[in-house]
């Protein structure tokens, strides 16, 4: 599913020449190049480019949607790169990025998924009780967005939990 070698050349092309002061663009171009480039080594720089671009918008717009938006995407783009190389307490940390960027951007789709990834990285740390608690808020999300995939991603999360804890009632 890797893109062909003329889209990354595209891609890196755009974030050069990008307007300067577009920081929130150049984030979401550098997030698509990020994981356009994985596995390659390269991927990571391209993502923590794009995690900087993004908080360097939210900083200079910080009610911006779209700044916002650009570092949920840049965020879980850089997320997506080092998984599984990333110590559970930076992936968290991560996640909950992602979580308040998407709240700050009204995108319930997103706040979601790092939602879902934060519950991932709390039962990595072995914080089952933290992860339970985060139950309700995919619930909510699920039900907000009125989608069958929604539902069944917090259903599925739900009985991970059920199956980790032996807690079938």
């Known amino acids: 599913n890797a893109p062909a070698g003329h889209v990354i050349a595209l891609l890196r092309e755009a ?18 190049l990020a994981t356009a480039l994985a596995p390659d080594p390269s991927a990571r720089a391209a993502g923590d480019q794009a995690v900087d671009s993004a908080r360097q918008a939210v900083t200079s717009d910080p009610e911006s949607p779209g700044a916002a938006t650009a570092l949920a995407a840049a965020t879980a783009a850089r997320h997506y790169i080092l998984w599984g190389s990333q110590a559970p307490a930076a992936a968290l940390a991560d996640a909950d990025e992602i979580v308040r960027a998407a709240q700050r951007a009204r995108e319930p789709e997103t706040e979601l998924d790092g939602r879902v990834l934060r519950l991932t990285h709390l039962l990595e740390l072995g914080d089952g009780p933290a992860a339970r608690r985060g139950l309700p808020d995919l619930d909510r999300l699920a039900a907000a967005l009125g989608q069958p995939a929604g539902r069944q991603v917090a259903l599925s999360r739900r009985s991970t939990l059920a199956t980790l804890t032996g807690d079938f009632g």
């Open 15 to 32: 974030a050069t020449t990008l307007d300067p002061a577009d920081q929130a663009l150049r984030a979401r171009v550098l997030a698509r």
